[in-house]
Nanobody, 115 residues
Framework: QVQLVESGGGLVQPGGSLRLSCAAS????????MGWYRQAAGKERELVAS???????DYADSVKGRFTISRDNAKDTVYLQMNSLKPEDTAIYYC?????????WGKGTLVTISS
């Protein structure tokens, strides 16, 4: 069973930065496509960024140029560097592990952007 543990969320002022981490266990991390999703209050969960097992990245238009996803296969960890944060980035951020037909989710980490 794959387990994902997110960390790094918190309260940051607009314009600030945060780095989220997601540590995976129980699966073959290097074979998985990984993603970060977020869900704001009253909204549906949306894809923020993804990184394939080959290292190909993709981003939502709303975060392009501000967020960077990366992975460290030696540590079974995926990261999301978030810069120039805006109030609309406030949400619970979830890590996703996708392999074949299987999807696993972390419990999420709360990111709040407020002055």
């Amino acid at each position: 069973q794959v387990q994902l543990v997110e960390s790094g969320g918190g309260l940051v002022q607009p314009g600030g930065s945060l780095r989220l981490s997601c540590a995976a266990s129980g699966g073959i991390f290097s074979l998985a496509d990984m993603g970060w999703y977020r869900q704001a209050a009253g909204k549906e969960r949306e894809l923020v960024a993804s990184i394939s097992r080959h290292g190909t990245t993709d981003y939502a238009d709303s975060v392009k140029g501000r967020f960077t996803i990366s992975r460290d296969n030696a540590k079974d960890t995926v990261y999301l560097q978030m810069n120039s944060l805006k109030p609309e980035d406030t949400a619970i951020y979830y890590c996703n592990f996708h392999w074949g037909a299987m999807d696993y989710w972390g419990k999420g980490t709360l990111v709040t952007i407020s002055s």
